[in-house]
Each structure stands twice: as structure tokens, then as C-alpha cells.
């Protein structure tokens, strides 16, 4: 990092991050964008206040210093979504550095987090879903990468995995049984069900894949035998909505969307399928009830007859 920081707040900014990634077992795409955040910050504090930032400028911070940050990020572009995201990092370095260097952090907590209207999720329809799992091998080149790319689909879709955790999955992962341990974000274990049809498109692949999987290298493999990559995934999920004549929505995260709205939809218990996605709180699962609700105005303005 090329920051103007005091040595005791660059070693303190480091000490964090290797916290969140020790101690939290925060993903490393998690780890890069609280340093992106935490050091444009520290950055902007530097030039506000005219020299190298140390720990007495954080702890002597105040809502002005604060306000002037949020709006020079305003200035050049910053979404409210990605600036309040920026200031969640903030604050939790902040609070982590405070009690080491016995200062109150009080501005600091209580600056006003932008407000910004949530995207609602994007599932896809039910007939679309399975159109997507029918329509997926047909893009393969050969027969073990369309069998590759129907189990990595029929796994995101069945189970409500991201496309990170089907990735994950290693060698020992080919015969899953009726569950599958999976490790989540924020390190966080969780058991879903997998289902008869996901065990076998798996079974599929694992017959038909020309390379060794042995238990503790990736379950889905590219062409080459390396890794299976999250642009190829995304790829596939191109090629097939296209030739369905699909929307842009239909991303491989939707299939995560469209399996937690289903069930929701089928009856299910919005505890379990928060259980079922890992989410860390009951907040981020509710938001697929405002889906569903979103769903029944759209029906009941169509069909009411003074609409």
C-alpha cells in the first residue's frame, strides 16, 4: 500500500485484516474489499488533514471529517450501496483499533450510513429453472463438459449453493450421499440436502470426466483439467439463457435466488431456508418474502379490475 500512514497505523490496518482472515475466516475476496475500503479511507483522511494519518487523526475524527469523506466519494461516482459497504468496514476497524489505542470511537459508529433502495433478487420462474437444467448440456463441447455443467447448475439450483461454494467442492464430494457439508462465508459450516437429481448429475460427470479426481483436488475441473472457474460458469449460464431467450437476470446467482424463492413459494419455513442459504441472520433471508410479495402485486394489479 502506497498510503500516507503512520508505521503504528499501517501495522494496525494489517493486524485487522489479518484478524478477519484468521480469526474470521473471511474469504479473500472479502479480505481485498475491506483493504480497498479501509485504505481509500485512510487515504482520504491523509489529504483532509494534511499529512500522514496516524492513530491520534482516526481518534480525533470528527462528523465533519466524516461527512466530508462521504461526499467526495459521492463526487466521484460511489454508489450509496458501495459507500455505505465502505463505511461497515470503516466502522469495524475502527471499533477493532479503538480499545487497543484507548480512544472512544463513538463518531465514528454512529456516522449515518447512506440510505439506498435494496435490489430485490431476480429469481427465475419455475418453467424457466427447469428449461436451464434441460437446456444446459446442450452447449457442452463434449460429453463430460455437459455433464460438468449440468451438475454445477443442478447443484446451484437444487441446494442453493453460490457459485463459490460448488467450486469449493473437492474429489471426496463425487459420491455426496444425502448431504453435502459446505463452508460458506465468513467460514461458516452448513449441511444441506442434496437431491436425487443433483447426486446424479454428479454421478454423470464423475463417470464421464477424463480427469483424475482425487479427494482433495476441485470437483469440477475446466477443459485443461485445472480448476473450473467462476467466468466459465457464468459463461454457461450465458450461452443457455440466450438460447432460451432468458433476461440478463438470469446469472448463476439467480439459480441461488430462484431455489430460496421457490421454496418460500412451495411453504417453506423462512428460518430453515436460512439455514439452507447460511445466511448469518434471519435479515437477508426476509428479503425473499418481499420477492414473493412483489410477485402477488404484480398479479393482483394485472387481474383487478380497477387496476
Known amino acids: 500500500m502506497t498510503l500516507s500512514l503512520s508505521p503504528a497505523l499501517r501495522d494496525a490496518l494489517e493486524r485487522w485484516l489479518a484478524e478477519r482472515r484468521g480469526l474470521d475466516g473471511a474469504a479473500e475476496n472479502t479480505i481485498a474489499a475491506y483493504q480497498t475500503d479501509v485504505a481509500g479511507f485512510l487515504g482520504f483522511i491523509a489529504r483532509h488533514l494534511g499529512g500522514a494519518a496516524g492513530v491520534d487523526q482516526i481518534a480525533g475524527l470528527t462528523q465533519s471529517d466524516l461527512r466530508a469523506w462521504m461526499a467526495h466519494e459521492r463526487g ?20 477493532w483499533l479503538a480499545p487497543r489505542h484507548g480512544f472512544d470511537a463513538t463518531v ?26 434441460d437446456g444446459v448440456a446442450e452447449h457442452g463441447q463434449q460429453p463430460w463438459v455437459a455433464a460438468r455443467d449440468t451438475a454445477v447448475v443442478t447443484l446451484m439450483y437444487g441446494c442453493g449453493l453460490r457459485v463459490s461454494e460448488a467450486l469449493s467442492l473437492t474429489g471426496r464430494d463425487a459420491a455426496p450421499g444425502q448431504v453435502l457439508r459446505i463452508t460458506g462465508k465468513g467460514g461458516r459450516e452448513r449441511i444441506v440436502p442434496v437431491l436425487p437429481a443433483a447426486a446424479r448429475a454428479i454421478a454423470a460427470y464423475t463417470r464421464h470426466c477424463p480427469h483424475e479426481l482425487s479427494a482433495a483436488d476441485p470437483l469440477f475441473r475446466g477443459v485443461r483439467g485445472g480448476p473450473l472457474s467462476r467466468r466459465e460458469v457464468a459463461k454457461v449460464m450465458e450461452r443457455t439463457r440466450l438460447s432460451l431467450g432468458l433476461p440478463a437476470s438470469a446469472t448463476p446467482h439467480a439459480l441461488r435466488h430462484s431455489f430460496a ?11 430453515a431456508i436460512q439455514e439452507l442459504l447460511g445466511h448469518a441472520s434471519l435479515q437477508s433471508t426476509q428479503v425473499y418474502t418481499a420477492v414473493d410479495t412483489a410477485r402477488l402485486m404484480q398479479v393482483y394489479n394485472a387481474a383487478h379490475p380497477r387496476a
Open 76 to 95: 466521484r461516482g460511489v454508489a450509496a450501496r458501495s459507500l455505505a459497504r465502505a463505511l461497515s468496514a470503516v466502522r469495524q476497524f475502527v471499533r
Open 108 to 133: 465514528v459508529l454512529s456516522a449515518r450510513s447512506p440510505k439506498y433502495q435494496r435490489k430485490l433478487p431476480r429469481p427465475l420462474s419455475t418453467d424457466a429453472a427447469r428449461d436451464v437444467l
Open 261 to 271: 424463492t421457490h421454496l418460500l413459494n412451495a411453504g417453506g419455513d423462512l428460518r
